[in-house]
């Protein structure tokens, strides 16, 4: 559903999922490639569809004018170059295709909350009082969790080793 457009928000009302889920899934690098080249072949093939109408389109005009001087059913020509000039374009070329869709939503906070966030260059928050923000996606992270859990664990195994030496048993 992504890859043939829709926004998140539609595809995870359809499928009954958390926003949030398809964030994470569009963090995974494999899926947002697949989502990628599927959105790329889409556009692909309306553009080639998108070039087939221009043809067409050339072509009746050529046909408009050479009716001209004979002014020979000139109104067929014309219906048919208002249709396929009236055909919808999707492919790159399309104007709506280049308009980004974003809401922006503005916080106003009091000056006492806002001074514990520090913002980078580019005024994004990388800090919020004590706690550092991060951007990490889903791999990294599992990735992360992981090596916490194995040093954890070996942490755990050593603990309990250590007081039977020291009892000797």
């Known amino acids: 559903m992504l890859g043939n457009g829709l926004s998140p928000v ?9 926003e949030a889920y398809i ?7 494999v899926f947002a490639r697949a989502v ?4 790329f072949t889409n556009l692909q093939a309306a553009t080639t569809r998108d ?12 046909k408009m004018r050479d009716l001209l001087p004979m002014m020979y059913k000139p109104m067929e020509v014309l219906r048919a170059i208002t249709v396929i000039n009236a ?6 070329s399309a104007p709506e295709n280049t308009i980004i869709n974003s809401t922006v939503v503005q916080l106003i906070l009091p000056q006492v909350i806002s001074s514990k966030f520090v913002r980078d260059i580019n005024n994004q928050v ?13 791999k990294t992270l599992t990735s992360k969790l992981e090596k ?8 755990l195994l050593n603990h309990e080793q250590t007081p039977s030496a020291a009892t000797g048993r």
Do not use: F, H
Request: proline residues 0%; negative net charge.
């Open 87 to 92: 055909a919808k374009r999707r492919g790159a």
């Open 126 to 138: 990388i800090e919020a009082g004590e706690q550092q923000l991060v951007t990490i996606g889903s």
């Open 36 to 39: 990628t080249e599927r959105r």
């Open 148 to 155: 916490y859990t194995s040093v954890q664990n070996k942490e």
């Open 23 to 29: 964030s994470q899934l569009m963090a995974d690098e």
């Open 51 to 62: 070039r087939s109408y221009d043809d067409i389109e050339d072509a009746l005009i050529e």
């Open 10 to 18: 539609v595809c995870s009302s359809a499928l009954g999922v958390s």
